[in-house]
């Protein structure tokens, strides 16, 4: 497969949804191309903040591998967690990414870069798996303020964010929007009561 069949195909990403939240009942979910484009954008400003802060870090290939992260999902979909327990989604993506890249000079290059995120075997790689899961709890929280409260499962990622080496780094984007999650459910809280006492009276 060359360029532009790649491109073409890539574009499978802004169709195809992101299942888990299909599951969970909200009925126009995010594409993978929306969930993997925010993630790159918060790998970019998190890699230039430890880059301030005098981490060595390559911002380009932490973008990089950001960009290419969900690729293979162009061809394989995503598959919600229930669904991985039957089969190996890595390598149902690396059996992908072989055939996308099969005729560019550079598959080994972008080939190493997936493998890189998907064994968190680099800095960089461990910073797109946290941005990546970052990115789900603000989605998560998103459908959650639109009044979707099936959600409780994706939340329990924090507890991988606040275990994550950036913790120190970040962790007040991780603790700012549990604590938005809590005042949001305090508002539900309200709301209900509200309405059962109307319903008494």
Avoid: C
Avoid at 114 to 137: C, N
């Amino acid at each position: 497969m060359g360029l532009l069949e790649l491109f073409l195909e890539a574009g499978n990403l802004k169709k195809l949804k992101r299942t888990g939240w299909l599951l969970r009942g909200v009925p126009t979910p995010e594409s993978i191309a929306d969930h993997s484009f925010r993630t790159a954008l918060i790998t970019l400003f998190l890699a230039d903040e430890l880059r301030d802060g005098g981490v060595e870090i390559d911002v380009e290939r932490a973008l990089r591998m950001a960009l290419l992260h969900d690729l293979g999902e162009a061809r394989i979909t995503d598959v919600p967690l229930p669904a991985q327990r039957y089969f190996d989604k890595v390598e149902g993506e690396r059996g992908a990414l072989k055939e996308l890249f099969g005729k560019i000079e550079r598959a080994g290059e972008y080939t190493a870069l997936f493998e890189e995120y998907e064994g968190g075997s680099t800095l960089e790689g461990k910073l797109v798996r946290f941005a990546d899961k970052l990115e789900m709890l603000l989605q998560a929280y998103e459908y959650e303020r639109t009044g979707f409260r099936d959600l409780d499962e994706f939340w329990k990622v924090v507890e991988d964010l606040r275990a994550s080496g950036f913790y120190p780094y970040f962790g007040d984007l991780v603790e700012g929007l549990v604590e938005r999650r809590k005042e949001l459910h305090r508002d539900w809280a309200d709301r209900d009561a509200a309405t059962s006492n109307l319903r008494k009276g």
